[in-house]
């Protein structure tokens, strides 16, 4: 994202082109692989968090196991270690303090933006490495727009204290899980010239994206991309 291009960061989102990447299943372990060798870490050590669609946030270092269970969100300081989390319409969150060198990613869908997955990252990043967040660039990545992320009315009663998100058209409820997570991230102390945001939809873009809204399973698998932040 141009928001990182002058930092010592990478981050990506992989595309459809490059296959499915979940975790376990089919040829998403060769599709992972041929990705990071594509793009030039296939030196590194890829460390993906088994989702939980939570607030837990691990912090990840080089002995850490390669697959972290039940996690929204990994931290790290350690160069040669990729961070990554699966996506299929909700929002990765890229994180990076420039003055720390601690970077981070998230899976924040709407449970986890809900529970606090931002609030439990930043306090992570701050107890574990000094991070403070107005420090901190942020990224939010390709995710489900406001377009198509339709809500019935259970999810607007859990929304209810963010009533500036929903949009009203004819009879139908959306909501703008993008417009959410600038704000928390705003609410923990991230300026906000120092928030980008992704405008593209993930269900809209079907030639560039897996949508988990607009596809559903596959095959009987999940099809998703894969997230990932490194410091460089």
Not at 214 to 221: A, T
Request: aromatic fraction near 10%; hydrophobic fraction near 45%.
């Amino acid at each position: 994202m141009n928001i990182f291009e002058h930092s010592e960061v990478l981050t990506f989102l992989s595309e459809r082109a490059d296959g499915n990447m979940r975790l376990f299943g089919g040829d998403s372990s060769a599709n992972r692989d041929n990705f990071l060798q594509k793009n030039n870490l296939g030196g590194c050590k890829l460390v993906s968090a088994r989702l939980v669609h939570d607030s837990r946030v691990e912090v990840v270092g080089k002995d850490s196991q390669i697959i972290i269970e039940k996690a929204d969100g990994l931290v790290a300081r350690q160069k040669e270690i990729v961070l990554a989390v699966t996506v299929a319409d909700c929002l990765p969150i890229y994180l990076f303090d420039p003055k720390t060198k601690v970077c981070g990613v998230l899976h924040a869908g709407w449970r986890s933006l809900k529970k606090g997955v931002i609030r439990e990252a930043m306090s992570q990043m701050k107890k574990a490495f000094g991070a403070e967040a107005d420090d901190f660039l942020a990224g939010v990545g390709v995710g489900i727009g406001a377009c198509h992320f339709e809500v019935k009315e259970d999810f607007q009663q859990k929304f209810a204290e963010f009533p500036q998100f929903f949009v009203r058209k004819e009879d139908k409820v959306f909501f703008d899980l993008k417009a959410l997570a600038r704000f928390l991230l705003i609410k923990q102390g991230v300026l906000e010239e120092n928030i980008a945001i992704k405008p593209e939809c993930t269900y809209c873009l079907e030639d560039n994206y897996f949508s988990f809204r607009r596809d559903g399973e596959k095959e009987g698998e999940i099809q998703a991309m894969m997230a990932g932040i490194t410091v460089i």
